[in-house]
């Protein structure tokens, strides 16, 4: 399907500011540029602040807004309601004003694509009668359960305490309690400012006739997830979105610009094939000093080399009794380029939080997952992990919630020797490959929603 540049197409993506929501973004403005499209990001600066190097690509604007804090927030979780609230009052006002200052300088803004929690920016949109689409970041087995929780199927999720209810949900594997998302309880009260965002977004979505969403999956990965609620809204699979080398079998070694302080490519150079435990909880995630203890003692009774980074600011080095003994069996690192590290071919496993980016780039790279879910998606994705896709096994919490060194251990060896696991983490490796190739599902669909609604509904 040719697509021919169209310079009346501007679009702006708003994005909540998250790295879990910046990084699939700017992949599909990067692809949105290659079909003629102009793109403008939008989020906070205490995510700018965090970026060290934007990218430099023709076609591509960056529009930060201050959000009141901009990296600043001192707040503690029960507190982020706060912070929250300040990015949807000032980001508004910012959005208003700047989708009103394109509209006379010659480049407006015709269409609007925001990310989950974004909500508002879609309202903004409608105040210019600009058509507006949501980018949802997460599976799309997440959205149907969102979906289902807050219309029709509300009641399915009542009397959710014990572990042992089985919730069953069309188009959905059995789910129990322990698998759902934490938005889905808003019960707790450190979560309303999310719970309230998706519930609003559902009901803007069920006030538009069959709306089209984008979804960061792809078809082969979740086929009934995308379908199952067509007659509500259409669910357009564009992933993994991921940097594109991320799915080249010979891209290995090629734009490899490393901080060598680090040494972990040296370092990894040096290990035998499929002999590494790489462990990392994403760029937020935040774990106790306890579960960072059990890790520690579960890589030391598994003996086998391993890559762990460790945020830097999260004094999880210190959290550590036995860092000592670690260093002398694998390597501790305050940051990595995790594709690059997923792609080496001496990694063996993936012990990770099942953050959705992570887990897709886990997925693309063809190594077995090891699942250890804190929060929100993370929970559900570790299920799919586990027992739809079988790429993984997710850890097993024993009393206090704790995951113990030995549960780590054996979660480890399972993903390190299981033939099953690696066959299907190669077979969905292979698939992710195919639907993002240039005649790939991903990449069709992406097409077929641009000619749709961004290149043939120019203003």
């Given at each position: 399907?040719?697509?021919?540049?169209?310079?009346?197409?501007?679009v702006?993506?708003?994005?909540?500011?998250g790295q879990?929501?910046?990084?699939?973004?700017?992949?599909?403005?990067?692809q949105?540029?290659?079909?003629?499209i102009?793109?403008?990001l939008?989020t906070?600066?205490?995510?700018f602040?965090?970026?060290?190097?934007?990218?430099?690509?023709?076609?591509?604007?960056?529009?930060p807004f201050?959000?009141?804090?901009d990296?600043?927030?001192?707040g503690?979780f029960?507190e982020?309601?706060?912070?929250y609230?300040?990015?949807k009052?000032?980001?508004?006002?910012?959005?208003?004003?700047l989708?009103?200052?394109?509209?006379?300088?010659?480049?407006?803004?015709?269409?609007?694509?925001?990310?989950?929690?974004?909500?508002?920016?879609?309202?903004?949109?409608?105040?210019?009668n600009?058509?507006?689409?949501l980018?949802?970041?997460?599976?799309?087995?997440?959205?149907?359960?969102?979906y289902?929780?807050?219309?029709n199927y509300?009641?399915?999720?009542?009397?959710?305490?014990?572990?042992?209810?089985?919730?069953?949900?069309?188009?959905l594997?059995p789910l129990s309690?322990?698998?759902?998302?934490?938005?889905?309880?808003?019960?707790?009260?450190?979560?309303n400012?999310?719970?309230?965002?998706?519930?609003?977004?559902?009901?803007?979505?069920?006030n538009?006739?069959?709306?089209?969403i984008?979804?960061?999956?792809?078809?082969?990965?979740?086929?009934?997830?995308?379908?199952?609620?067509?007659?509500?809204?259409?669910?357009?699979?564009?992933?993994p979105?991921?940097?594109l080398h991320?799915?080249?079998?010979?891209?290995?070694?090629?734009d490899?610009?490393?901080?060598?302080?680090?040494?972990?490519?040296?370092?990894?150079?040096?290990?035998?094939?499929?002999?590494v435990?790489?462990?990392?909880?994403?760029?937020?995630?935040?774990?106790?000093?306890?579960?960072?203890?059990?890790i520690?003692?579960?890589?030391?009774k598994?003996?086998?080399?391993?890559?762990?980074?460790?945020?830097?600011?999260?004094?999880?080095?210190k959290?550590?009794?036995?860092?000592?003994?670690?260093?002398?069996?694998?390597?501790?690192?305050n940051?990595?380029?995790?594709?690059?590290?997923?792609?080496?071919p001496?990694?063996?496993?993936f012990?990770?939080?099942?953050?959705w980016?992570?887990?897709?780039?886990?997925?693309a790279?063809?190594?077995?997952?090891?699942?250890?879910?804190?929060?929100?998606?993370?929970i559900c994705?570790?299920?799919?992990v586990?027992?739809?896709?079988?790429?993984?096994?997710?850890?097993n919490?024993?009393?206090?919630?704790i995951?113990?060194r030995?549960?780590?251990e054996?979660?480890?060896?399972?993903?390190?020797?299981?033939?099953?696991?690696?066959?299907?983490?190669k077979k969905w490796?292979?698939?992710?490959?195919?639907a993002m190739?240039?005649?790939?599902?991903?990449?069709?669909?992406?097409?077929?929603?641009?000619?749709?609604?961004?290149?043939?509904?120019?203003?």
């Amino acid at each position: 399907m040719e697509i021919f540049k169209n310079e009346k197409s501007h679009v702006l993506i708003a994005i909540f500011p998250g790295q879990g929501h910046i990084n699939p973004s700017l992949q599909l403005s990067k692809q949105l540029i290659k079909l003629g499209i102009k793109v403008t990001l939008t989020t906070s600066l205490s995510a700018f602040n965090k970026i060290k190097n934007l990218p430099n690509i023709e076609g591509l604007s960056f529009a930060p807004f201050s959000d009141g804090y901009d990296g600043n927030f001192e707040g503690s979780f029960e507190e982020f309601h706060l912070f929250y609230s300040s990015i949807k009052s000032l980001g508004s006002e910012f959005i208003f004003n700047l989708v009103k200052l394109n509209s006379t300088n010659g480049t407006p803004i015709t269409h609007v694509i925001y990310t989950v929690v974004m909500e508002w920016a879609c309202l903004v949109a409608k105040k210019f009668n600009i058509s507006s689409t949501l980018f949802w970041i997460q599976p799309a087995t997440v959205f149907d359960i969102y979906y289902y929780r807050y219309t029709n199927y509300s009641d399915y999720f009542k009397n959710c305490d014990s572990k042992d209810k089985i919730i069953e949900l069309p188009g959905l594997p059995p789910l129990s309690p322990i698998d759902l998302p934490s938005f889905v309880f808003d019960d707790v009260e450190c979560n309303n400012w999310a719970t309230e965002s998706i519930k609003m977004q559902m009901e803007i979505l069920n006030n538009e006739k069959n709306p089209k969403i984008l979804v960061n999956t792809f078809d082969d990965l979740e086929f009934d997830a995308l379908r199952i609620l067509k007659n509500n809204v259409t669910m357009v699979a564009i992933g993994p979105s991921i940097p594109l080398h991320f799915l080249d079998d010979n891209s290995f070694g090629a734009d490899m610009i490393e901080i060598r302080s680090n040494n972990y490519m040296d370092w990894l150079n040096l290990m035998t094939n499929k002999s590494v435990i790489y462990i990392a909880f994403g760029s937020y995630t935040e774990i106790s000093s306890q579960l960072m203890e059990e890790i520690g003692q579960g890589l030391l009774k598994c003996g086998r080399p391993f890559l762990w980074v460790i945020r830097e600011g999260q004094n999880g080095e210190k959290m550590v009794s036995c860092k000592d003994e670690l260093e002398k069996k694998g390597k501790i690192v305050n940051w990595c380029s995790q594709v690059k590290v997923l792609k080496h071919p001496s990694v063996g496993c993936f012990l990770t939080h099942c953050g959705w980016n992570s887990t897709l780039e886990g997925i693309a790279s063809g190594v077995p997952l090891v699942a250890c879910p804190i929060w929100n998606d993370q929970i559900c994705n570790a299920k799919l992990v586990q027992d739809v896709w079988q790429t993984g096994v997710r850890v097993n919490a024993g009393e206090g919630g704790i995951v113990e060194r030995n549960e780590f251990e054996r979660c480890i060896e399972i993903a390190m020797k299981d033939e099953e696991l690696q066959k299907n983490a190669k077979k969905w490796r292979d698939l992710a490959k195919k639907a993002m190739g240039e005649n790939g599902s991903s990449n069709v669909n992406l097409k077929a929603y641009a000619n749709e609604f961004l290149l043939n509904h120019s203003c």
